[in-house]
């Protein structure tokens, strides 16, 4: 049996618009999910601000009602049974927020292990388990307000496993985390998996998916538009072509042009290090250097290079269509 099942979940809300006459809207923001994640797996959910990530794990994690739909998790419903789902999951999300910054760490964590009912004579043992497994033995004894913000969201992760949950929710932990201490979430995270648990994790990073995740889906405007392996997704692309051009203050309408070029199957344009690159992906089998290149006639043009497509080539692609 799988241990996160979600059917046909749905999740809508009410909010005004206007200023001089206002009136009520209805917005969808999960519009019929479905998925499921088996025992021991790191599931990735991915998708732009706004595509309903957030939304969904609040109502697996019980913060939410669904408006539709059904999910359990270990068998149990998260509506129905939501103190019995509680029990055995742990969530950790991005940012700062949720920890006492004149504390010490190790403080912390013995104030959430009584929280979160942990028996007091399995308390030390278990807390100096878990600041083992996320890097910060010998920083216990320091104040939080001292720490680095990878260290923080270290302590966060301890934090959600103190009553040793069986699955553990994951929302963008790695957000405005430096590249070390990214890079040693990373390795926390892969742990987790390592050691039993089963792993849902929402980021915007594609290679941190990539490098992580057991399986994806991508969601966008509430549905689920593509679900896999990344190496499955990428597949999705990966016959064809990426042109990068470096382009300085092109225009929409020269986009267009590009864009309406035959064999090309999408096209954006990223901001990078202080400059414009024109990212194009091609069908299978096509040479477009030369044809899009004639296409920027007009425009100032910089390095020009073609590689082989990646997660985020494929994640850009399921959005944009």
């Known amino acids: 049996m799988p241990v996160v099942e979600v059917e046909e979940l749905a999740r809508s809300y009410r909010t005004s618009t206007g200023v001089v006459r206002r009136r009520v809207v209805e917005v969808e923001a999960v519009r019929g999910v479905s998925f499921e994640i088996a025992k021991g797996e790191l599931f990735g959910l991915l998708g732009p601000n706004g595509a309903g990530k957030t939304t969904t794990i609040k109502m697996l994690i019980t913060l939410l009602l669904p408006t539709s739909g059904t999910a359990r998790v270990l068998g149990f419903d998260v509506a129905r049974e939501a103190r019995e ?14 920890l006492y910054e004149r504390l010490s760490g190790l403080d912390n964590l013995r104030y959430f292990a009584e929280l979160y009912g942990v028996e007091p004579r399995l308390q030390k043992h278990r807390i100096q388990q878990l600041l083992e497994l996320v890097g910060l033995a010998g ?39 430096d590249p070390v201490g990214a890079r040693e979430l990373r390795r926390t995270i892969s742990s987790l998996t390592e050691s039993g648990k089963t792993v849902l994790l929402t980021t915007h990073y594609m290679f941190e998916a990539d490098a992580l995740c057991d399986r994806i ?37 020269v986009v267009e042009r590009v864009r309406a070029l035959e064999g090309v199957t999408t096209v954006a344009v990223e901001e990078r290090d202080q400059k414009q690159v024109l990212v194009v992906q091609t069908s299978p089998g096509r040479e477009l250097v030369h044809a899009i290149l004639a296409h920027l006639d007009g425009s100032m043009v910089g390095r020009v290079a073609s590689r082989e497509p990646t997660l985020e080539d494929a994640y850009v692609a399921l959005v944009g269509e």
Do not use: C, N, W
Not at 221 to 230: F, K, L, S
């Open 85 to 98: 789902v509680r029990k055995r999951i742990g969530y950790v999300f991005g940012g700062d927020r949720g």
């Open 217 to 253: 889906a991508v969601i966008a405007h509430g549905r689920i538009v593509a679900e896999g392996t990344p190496q499955a997704l990428k597949a999705g692309v990966g016959e064809g072509t990426v042109v990068e051009v470096e382009v300085y203050g092109i225009e929409d309408v």
């Open 139 to 177: 920083r216990e004894r320091e104040r939080v307000e001292g720490y680095s913000r990878g260290m923080r969201q270290r302590l966060h992760i301890a934090r959600g496993l103190l009553h040793d949950p069986e699955v553990v929710f994951l929302d963008e932990p790695t957000i405005g985390v």
